[in-house]
């Protein structure tokens, strides 16, 4: 539904600026309680606007696995899918913005200096790859992660 409605006046995009209406993240979150807080309080705001069981239905009456009509499915829930997704883009934009101001960001970073590859990669090393060590997070399945 999303890629098939991604531009023009009434896709994806346009849905998103118009939940956002003028709208900017505030780096105001400051720790890990606090998030989590901010990120429960964007899920239960985005189940009001459009709950599961409303995307389910709406599948449901649009033709469902078997012939699906995305153009009708975005009429159907597009205001609804960009308000949700706006909401989500200002937490994000939020949790960045103060991990920046926690992290005196712009005490650490000049934005005239230029990082080259090799340094920029050495940040991110050991990842886990074969040849370059222990990964500090390692991708695993939930299941897989010792309690």
Not at 5 to 19: F, K
Not at 38 to 57: F, G, Q
Not at 125 to 133: A, I, Y
Request: charged share 20%; proline share 5%.
């Amino acid at each position: 539904m999303l890629n098939q409605n991604r531009g023009g006046n009434d896709g994806v995009v346009a849905a998103i600026h118009s939940g956002l209406t003028d709208r900017v993240a505030v780096g105001d979150i400051t720790d890990g309680a606090h998030a989590a807080t901010r990120t429960i309080t964007l899920m239960r705001t985005v189940r009001s606007v459009l709950s599961p069981e409303r995307i389910i239905t709406v599948w449901g009456e649009v033709g469902g696995p078997s012939s699906p009509d995305y153009q009708l499915m975005w009429q159907k829930l597009g205001e609804a899918t960009g308000k949700c997704m706006a909401e989500g883009a200002l937490l994000l934009a939020s949790l960045w913005q103060s991990a920046w101001t926690l992290g005196k960001g712009d005490t650490h970073i000049n934005a005239i200096d230029e990082v080259q590859y090799r340094q920029l990669r050495a940040l991110f090393e050991p990842n886990g790859t074969p040849g370059h060590g222990e990964q500090f997070l390692p991708s695993l399945w939930l299941n897989e992660y010792p309690y």
